[in-house]
């Protein structure tokens, strides 16, 4: 009985709470009745029902949703449109007939649109997704005539900002500005400074959702380092894409460029800090954006308007910002975007570099680059890295050959008649670490854009530039690499040394190439008729596989020092002078005289590429002017120098100081003896004239003669065959003639000049035998034995007016009887004895009568002379002048 009570009252339970729940299709009327209100999240809102009191009448409701629990900035609303009709678009800028609007934030919230938030309009039967920027959004729908043909559907959901990855990336937490610091007071403006790569993310409002309408946002976008790069290639872009749903009657929009492609909805972006710098580009449109921007600097402004009024359809764009690592400071002066001063004085020592241009330009650009060195330097440029890539991101298309080109100039302009290389986009290959050289100190690079770029050139290339001392000490020979010559009627002195440009180490080929560098010395006889060639050091590297040892065989790196002439000889090999080793002098016989570097080319450039110091140091000088007379005096058995040459006196103009130097060769096994018959110096001092004798193989001068000690030509010593031996290392260039004894002057011409006059005879030593009496045996060659009987002289310099025999010294010598010399009364006055002492015969008297005859003639001549004068004074003094 109890059973069936409680059985009848839970029926009659059940049967109430059946009676008194509505339908769902009652909720959703009711929801459908409902406008103006406050709605929970995750409620789905649909438009109101279609009354007859509210057919074809104006309509108007706005929906707010509740507020979040917690901290309401660290959440969003995602607000998806189910389907959405209302109004028509008309123009891209009004709605027509009704509108929906979304409000995102209020006065309260840290950004909000509440003073403009444009409207949407049209028809829209594909989802579509608002992503608020706040925690508070309000939804207004308005309809000037609401029918069954007007209606919206929509639902939300809250997410923590954390949760929108596409927006906030990954760790947001340590990247709170990572989109950047919000402009007080704006809806979209926002400030990103020093931005690297996935730390500063520039979005359209609401992304990755619809954007809002009357838009005017600002970035002002920063890097730490040029150049600022947008990294927006093949990322998703919709701005403007789609003014309808249907793609039939509003087909996508492909990405264009330029205000008059897209006059409503569009991001434009400014080369600099604000709206008053160069415009990179204007864009719109629907799909992967094609192309990063590179800016010029540090920073960039973007800017993005959208319309008043659009379609529920376009989700805006999304890119991260960082700099292009394709700066580098470049030691030159800078003229506007991309024109350079590139001069040595700025470089200093060391090499300079630029880059191709790395960030976008305008089409029509020309960007050029000035070396420019010292007076005498030359320039080289030459590219590590260099790539030649299609246009990816022209400006303005363009289809022929060699829109963008980089040329070569070996000048200081761009002379297309001195072009060195030209390289195009189209069909150039490039040319890594090759020398690019300037004949002068100039070299001009510029490159050209008929496209211009978003992103940099399509040449790209790492340029390095120096720049090399080529100043020639000589006079360069045309056509060579180092080949220099040296002309008396150019300098009559000076200085030379290897190669200042050490760009000529570098050497071509493989196996590389010697490198051989001549330095010719050229004279005339009617200017100078010697040349000398001091080589002050030599310091060549070691060679890795040679010895200096054997210097003519060896490929070790050397000087050779030769006449230029047959029959000059071998000449002169170094390899290695210094440490305290004395200087190579060569005095040429000739009026040529030729120095020759070699270098082995395997080592060339590691050892002595931009390496500074000489491998060689030089002075020349030419010398022996014809006031001088004769240089070479072959071996004979006498004769003289006289100075000065007098038959030059009347065609050579005196030079303020002068050296000569003459070479006296002696016969094999003869001594030799200078005597003065006259000497003169223009003063005591030796700067004023100095003679000094050199003996054969030495650097020192034997004796040195000037005005303080001229009184030593008295007793000057017989120089023995011992003394004039063989030839030293020094001078090896004349191995197979005799030695010979080298006699220098050097001295001023001043009015009081020097003058003497210097005579030798070579003279045969007699020999003696162990007890010291002389071998007669060797006397064949004697023509008459000289007072002392220490040496003899040739018969045919016998009585000739010259005293060729030196003055005996010592106890040997009796001043009371002295011996009869080759000049002497005894020796010219009677026929010459067997043995070398009689006088002259016949001859001497018939010479000695012939004179006496001939001084009778002067002095008659003299008395009449003297008569016609006294005769002519006795008459009238008027003397007539003519005019």
Request: proline content about 7%; aromatic content about 12%.
């Amino acid at each position: 009985m109890a059973a069936a009570v409680v059985g009848g009252w839970g029926l009659l339970a059940l049967a109430i709470l059946t009676l008194a729940t509505p339908s769902p299709a009652a909720i959703r009327k009711t929801e459908r009745d409902h406008c103006n209100k406050t709605v929970d999240i995750y409620e789905d809102v649909s438009s109101p029902a279609v009354t007859a009191a509210t057919w074809g009448r104006p309509l108007t409701c706005w929906y707010r949703f509740r507020s979040f629990r917690g901290t309401p900035r660290e959440w969003i609303l995602r607000v998806r449109f189910k389907k959405f009709k209302v109004g028509v678009l008309a123009n891209a800028t009004t709605c027509v007939g009704g509108f929906l609007q979304i409000i995102d934030g209020n006065a309260k919230t840290e950004v909000s649109n509440r003073k403009d938030p444009g409207v949407f309009c049209g028809e829209s039967e594909q989802p579509q997704t608002f992503i608020s920027e706040t925690s508070f959004v309000r939804v207004l729908f308005h309809a000037e005539n609401f029918t069954d043909q007007t209606y919206f559907s929509f639902d939300s959901r809250a997410e923590q900002q954390t949760e929108v990855y596409l927006r906030y990336g990954q760790h947001p937490e340590l990247y709170p500005n990572r989109r950047g610091e919000v402009v007080p007071g704006s809806y979209c403006e926002r400030v990103f400074k020093d931005c690297r790569l996935q730390t500063c993310y520039v979005q359209s409002p609401a992304y990755p959702g619809v954007y809002p309408r009357a838009l005017h946002c600002k970035y002002r976008l920063n890097t730490r380092l040029p150049f600022i790069k947008l990294y927006i290639e093949n990322e998703e872009f919709n701005i403007d894409g789609q003014r309808c749903e249907n793609i039939m009657t509003c087909p996508m929009r492909p990405i264009s460029s330029g205000s008059q492609h897209c006059p409503y909805d569009y991001i434009r972006v400014f080369d600099g800090m604000n709206e008053t710098s160069p415009v990179i580009g204007t864009f719109c449109g629907m799909g992967k954006f094609p192309y990063s921007i590179i800016g010029t600097s540090e920073d960039l402004y973007v800017e993005f308007v959208s319309s008043p009024a659009g379609p529920l359809l376009n989700t805006g764009f999304h890119f991260n910002v960082g700099n292009w690592p394709g700066h580098v400071e470049t030691a030159g002066v800078k003229n506007g975007s991309c024109d350079w001063l590139l001069s040595s004085e700025t470089l200093g020592a060391g090499e300079g570099i630029f880059l191709s241009v790395a960030h976008w330009y305008p089409p029509h650009t020309s960007c050029t680059y000035l070396l420019k060195g010292r007076p005498g330097e030359i320039a080289r440029l030459y590219f590590p890295s260099f790539r030649v890539n299609r246009i990816e991101s022209p400006i303005q298309l363009y289809d022929g050959d060699c829109g963008e080109s980089l040329t070569l100039y070996d000048a200081d302009w761009p002379d297309d008649a001195r072009i060195i290389k030209t390289f195009c986009d189209t069909f150039s290959r490039p040319m890594e670490k090759h020398d690019f050289v300037s004949t002068s100190n100039a070299l001009f690079v510029r490159f050209e854009s008929k496209t211009g770029s978003y992103s940099g050139s399509s040449l790209y290339y790492w340029a390095h530039y120096d720049f090399f001392n080529a100043t020639k000490f000589g006079e360069a020979v045309p056509n060579t690499e180092c080949d220099e010559t040296f002309a008396a009627w150019k300098a009559q002195s000076g200085y030379l040394r290897s190669p200042l440009n050490t760009l000529v180490y570098k050497r071509p080929g493989d196996p590389p190439n010697d490198l051989t560098c001549t330095y010719s010395f050229v004279t005339d006889k009617r200017l100078f008729a010697r040349v000398i060639l001091t080589v002050e050091a030599v310091t060549f590297k070691d060679h890795p596989y040679a010895q200096c040892g054997m210097c003519w065989d060896s490929r070790a790196d050397r000087i050779i020092v030769k006449e230029p002439l047959p029959g000059s000889g071998k000449g002169s090999c170094v390899c290695r002078l210094g440490n305290g080793s004395p200087p190579l002098r060569i005095v040429s016989r000739g009026e040529k005289l030729d120095l020759k570097l070699l270098v082995d080319g395997a080592h060339a450039a590691a050892s002595y590429f931009k390496h500074s110091s000489p491998l060689f140091e030089a002075k020349y000088e030419f010398a022996h002017s014809p006031l001088c007379g004769p240089a070479l005096f072959p071996a004979t058995t006498d004769g003289e120098i006289e100075f000065p040459h007098y038959e030059a006196l009347g065609y050579v103009t005196p030079p303020r100081s002068i050296k000569c130097i003459w070479e006296l060769r002696v016969n094999p096994e003869r001594d030799l003896w200078l005597h003065f018959d006259k000497i003169k110096f223009a003063s005591r001092s030796c700067e004023d004239g100095k003679l000094d004798i050199f003996l054969p193989g030495m650097t020192e001068p034997y004796l040195g003669i000037c005005g303080e000690n001229v009184s030593v030509v008295r007793e000057m010593p017989i120089l023995s065959a011992a003394q004039l031996g063989p030839v030293g290392p020094i001078s090896e260039s004349h191995e197979d003639e005799p030695p010979a004894v080298i006699i220098q002057f050097t001295g001023s011409m001043a009015p009081a000049r020097a003058a003497f006059k210097i005579a030798w005879t070579e003279l045969f030593h007699l020999p003696r035998d162990e007890s010291g009496a002389i071998k007669t045996l060797k006397l064949e060659d004697c023509g008459f034995r000289c007072p002392g009987d220490a040496v003899c002289i040739s018969t045919r310099l016998l009585c000739n007016g010259v005293v060729n025999c030196p003055t005996p010294t010592g106890t040997a010598f009796n001043a009371s009887f002295p011996e009869a010399d080759d000049e002497s009364p005894q020796t010219c006055g009677g026929p010459v004895a067997a043995d070398g002492s009689g006088v002259v015969g016949p001859a001497g008297w018939a010479g000695a009568g012939l004179g006496a005859g001939l001084a009778a003639l002067l002095g008659l001549a003299c008395f009449v002379a003297v008569c016609r004068l006294c005769r002519r004074r006795g008459r009238s003094r008027d003397i007539h002048v003519p005019y």
